[in-house]
C-alpha cells in the first residue's frame, strides 16, 4: 500500500502564510515526481508546483513569486511554502506523486492522490 498524507492546511487571513506537507509512505522504488494541485469549489483542479524529471520545479503563473515547493527526498516528503495568501487561493490542496513501487520481480509506475487539506483565506 501507498499512500500520500498531506498536513498544514488551516484557515488565514489574506498576507498571511501556511507552509503544507506531504509525505509518501509504502514500497516506493522511486518518486518519478511529486507536487501538488488544488481545486476551489465549483472550479477544475489544478496545478500549483510540482518537482518534475531531475530538480526541475513548475509552477502555476497566479502563484509564481509567492509559493516556494521543496522537498527532503530521504524523508519522500515534498513542501509548500505559501505566502502573501489571497482568498482566491482558497481551495483544497492535493498533493501528487508519480511513483514507482513494488519489489525487483515487478515495479509499477502510477500516479497517487492524497485526500487533501483545506487552505481558506479569509480577506
Known amino acids: 500500500q501507498v499512500h500520500l498524507v498531506e498536513s498544514g492546511g488551516g484557515l488565514v487571513q489574506a498576507g498571511g502564510s501556511l507552509r503544507l506537507s506531504c509525505v509518501a509512505s509504502?514500497?516506493?522504488?522511486?518518486?518519478?515526481?511529486m507536487g501538488w494541485y488544488r481545486q476551489a469549489p465549483g472550479k477544475q483542479r489544478e496545478l500549483v508546483a510540482m518537482?518534475?524529471?531531475?530538480?526541475?520545479?513548475n509552477y502555476a503563473d497566479s502563484v509564481k513569486g509567492r509559493f516556494t515547493i521543496s522537498r527532503d527526498n530521504a524523508k519522500n516528503t515534498v513542501y509548500l511554502q505559501m505566502n502573501s495568501l489571497k482568498p482566491e487561493d482558497t481551495a483544497v490542496y492535493y498533493c501528487?506523486?508519480?511513483?514507482?513501487?513494488?519489489?525487483?520481480?515487478?515495479?509499477?509506475?502510477?500516479?497517487?492522490w492524497g485526500l487533501g487539506t483545506q487552505v481558506t483565506v479569509s480577506s
Open positions: 501528487n506523486g508519480e511513483l514507482t513501487t513494488g519489489g525487483s520481480s515487478l515495479r509499477i509506475t502510477r500516479a497517487y
Open positions: 509504502g514500497s516506493i522504488f522511486r518518486i518519478n515526481a
Open positions: 518537482f518534475t524529471s531531475g530538480d526541475s520545479t
